[in-house]
Each structure stands twice: as structure tokens, then as C-alpha cells.
């Protein structure tokens, strides 16, 4: 279960040194990070506390209760931070072709980060909830399920070896989808890009053991849209299972690294299963060409999430943005045909039951088929007499 850090595929000496020096300073920049989320953190909240203490005494009295509140928060951020150093703790170590002594160990802070960097801490946090909490159950349900009741008919354990099926899992982020695909015989890799997620999920997958063993509190930098003031301040217990409980046989492993650069030969996998992930892309049509790519003919890929796309509006990246029409047009030109589709499902994504406000996705799911030359062929005529597959709308 420990993980493979296919990261780069160096090509000479040269390029070693390079790309060693700049992923030990990319890894200091994350690990930088997360140590200033207490800091920072503390930070918001001294200025509402300063802020505060301007105001009128008659005013000051009636804010008791919210005081209080403050106070509460700040253990809150000390408990998470709690929760932090052991995620960071060793995380030199994590990837088996990587040698500790090149790392940097220096438990000094780095440069101060920038705001999106603790972002994305704090978007860790919650990522905690969505995968590894009885709290992120309903949100694992209904994105998650579908694709594992997809796998299991598609690859019935009445018909065939689970274990010889091949499953990817690009933009993995804390590994329980593929940690559930494996904990049902598959084997299963999951791949993601994200440090941030990389360490965290190597903490629950390798060193927690037994269950709800830590808490966080995942809502305490939202400030605003609160019913109750607990529900700011509210603990979630993670793991909700023990991750260590999977079968002796189990073949799970997790790679680190550009989905486009780790997974470049063709015809290896059995089922890509992606969810929220292809909207990561600057080129979506990139990510689907690599999923065709590395499909064996006849494989499945099976997909559910929204088009958010990261990277557009980013002023220093560059993005393509094509509606889901484009998306299907594409997709069926690679060679796949569309075996399912559904369009409008409500999923979420790391939310907050208890805000006053909610955001919800009206997701893609489909599945579709890598077929061989010839039905390729046979799809295309078909196509162009019919005019594809009709879109499955469930409202």
C-alpha cells in the first residue's frame, strides 16, 4: 500500500540534477505551506479580535458570546495545526525512488507562501471530510458509488479474476475511490499531481490505524453563512474506516506526478475511472487522448464530475474551455463509443451541510467503450447514419 513516486521521467544525467532540485524545491514550497497554516490562520483571526476591541463597551457586551466564539476558534486552528505537523512529519520518505538524503530537512519556514497555497491547505482539510469521514458519506455516495457499481457489472467477479483487472484512478486526491476499487480485488492505481494531496493521503493510507482516531475541524475559516456558531467550530472524526484493513492480497498503490507525463504507454489498463478530474486539464482534449491511449481496446472509461476547469481566467495559465457538447464530439472521435450518459446529476464536492449557503453541481456521468480498428470503423458509419447516441437527460 505504500506508495510509487513515478514523478518524472528523467532522460539524462543533466536533466536528473535539474528536475531533482526543482521537485525538492517545489516539495519545500508545499511543505512550507502547510506550516504556516497556523500562523496564517491565527493571523484572520487577530484582526477580527483587534477589530473588536474598537468598538463601543455597551456593543462589546452584547458580543460576549461571540468573544467566546473566537476564543473557541483558535483551538480549533491549534488542533488542526495538531493534525498538520503529523501529515508533514517524514514526508521526505514517502515515495520509494526518491533518496531521503537529497531532501531538504531544514525545519526552518521557507519564504512566505501565498494565499492560494493556503488555500489549498484549507482545502485539504476538508478534503479529510469528503474522503475518510462518516460526514463525507453522502458525497461519496452519490460520486462515487455509481462508478464502483459501474466496475463491479462491467468486471463481475462471477465472470472473471478481479485481481487481473487493471484500474486507474487519475486525480486519486486522498485515494478512497481507489482504495474502495481495491478493497473489492481490483487492482487499482491511483495518480495525483497535488503535494498537498500526495501527503495527506500517504498519512491516512500509511500511518493511521484504526478508526475516527483524529479529529479536524474543517469549517473554522468560514466565517460567514453560519446558522449556529458550533457549526464553525464542529469536529469531524477521520478515518471512518481502518485504511489498513484491506485484504493480504490487496494490489493498491498510488503514483505521484503529471497524469500526461507518468502514464505514457499504450494499452495497459483495463477500466480509467475519473471523477471531478478532467476539468484539471489546460487541454482536456489531451487528458482524453491519454485515457484512449492507455485503454487496452475493448476498456473502459468511466467518468462522472463537473467542467469547472481550473486553469481558466488564470492570467499566468493558458486553458480551453469547451462546453460538454464539444467534449462528447471529441470523445467519439478519439474511438470510444458512449455506453452510458447522464447528464444533470447533483453532486457536491467538499461542502458544508450546515452553511447557510450551498453549492451543487449538475455533473456529467458517462461510460464509454475503447473500441478496436475495425468497430471503430463500423462506429463512424454508424454515426453518420444516426447521428451518435442520444443524450440520457435524468430530469
Excluded at 515515495?95 to 519564504?111: G, Q
Excluded at 487541454?283 to 467542467?307: A, D, S
Aim: net charge negative; with cysteine; proline share 4%.
Amino acid at each position: 500500500m505504500d506508495y510509487m513516486g513515478h514523478v518524472y521521467q528523467n532522460k539524462n544525467k543533466m536533466a536528473d540534477t535539474y528536475e531533482d532540485e526543482e521537485e525538492r524545491k517545489h516539495s519545500q514550497r508545499i511543505v512550507s505551506a502547510f506550516k504556516y497554516y497556523k500562523p496564517h490562520s491565527l493571523q484572520r483571526l487577530k484582526k477580527t479580535e483587534s477589530y473588536l476591541l474598537t468598538l463601543p463597551s455597551h456593543h462589546l457586551k452584547l458580543l460576549k458570546k461571540y468573544r467566546q466564539h473566537l476564543q473557541n476558534i483558535r483551538l480549533c486552528i491549534e488542533n488542526n495545526d495538531a493534525i498538520i505537523k503529523l501529515i508533514i512529519k517524514d514526508v521526505s520518505h514517502i515515495f520509494e525512488n526518491v533518496n531521503p538524503a537529497c531532501s531538504n530537512n531544514d525545519s526552518t519556514l521557507s519564504p512566505r507562501p501565498v494565499l492560494a497555497d493556503q488555500e489549498k491547505v484549507q482545502a485539504t482539510i476538508k478534503q479529510l471530510v469528503r474522503d475518510w469521514s462518516i460526514e463525507g458519506a453522502a458525497e461519496r455516495q452519490t460520486c462515487y458509488q455509481p462508478i464502483i457499481d459501474e466496475i463491479i457489472e462491467q468486471f463481475s467477479p462471477d465472470s472473471c479474476d478481479s485481481s487481473d483487472v487493471q484500474i486507474l484512478v487519475p486525480g486519486a486526491g486522498l485515494g478512497r475511490l481507489a482504495y474502495e476499487i481495491a478493497k473489492r480485488g481490483y487492482t487499482c492505481q491511483g495518480n495525483e499531481f497535488s503535494l498537498f494531496m500526495l501527503f495527506a493521503s500517504h498519512f491516512v493510507l500509511n500511518k493511521c490505524r484504526g478508526i475516527n482516531t483524529y479529529q479536524v475541524h474543517p469549517w473554522v475559516h468560514q466565517y460567514m453563512n453560519n446558522l449556529l456558531a458550533v457549526h464553525q467550530t464542529q469536529a469531524v472524526y477521520f478515518p471512518d474506516v481502518n485504511p489498513s484493513d484491506l485484504p493480504e492480497d490487496a494490489q493498491f498503490s498510488m503514483t505521484a506526478g503529471d497524469f500526461l507525463e507518468v502514464y505514457t504507454s499504450n494499452n495497459c489498463w483495463d477500466c480509467v475511472a475519473t471523477c471531478f478530474f478532467i476539468d484539471c486539464a489546460n487541454n482536456v482534449v489531451q487528458f482524453i487522448e491519454t485515457i484512449y491511449n492507455i485503454l487496452k481496446p475493448g476498456g473502459i472509461w468511466i467518468n462522472l464530475g463537473p467542467l469547472l476547469y481550473h486553469f481558466s481566467d488564470m492570467p499566468t495559465e493558458d486553458s480551453i474551455e469547451p462546453s460538454y457538447e464539444v467534449i462528447r464530439e471529441v470523445i467519439q472521435g478519439f474511438g470510444f463509443k458512449i455506453e452510458k450518459e447522464e447528464t444533470r446529476v447533483q453532486t457536491r464536492y467538499a461542502q458544508n451541510v450546515n452553511s447557510m449557503l450551498q453549492c451543487e453541481y449538475n455533473s456529467v456521468y458517462f461510460v464509454c467503450r475503447k473500441l478496436n480498428q475495425e468497430l471503430i470503423n463500423e462506429h463512424r458509419h454508424g454515426n453518420e447514419n444516426n447521428n451518435g447516441t442520444k443524450e440520457r437527460d435524468n430530469n
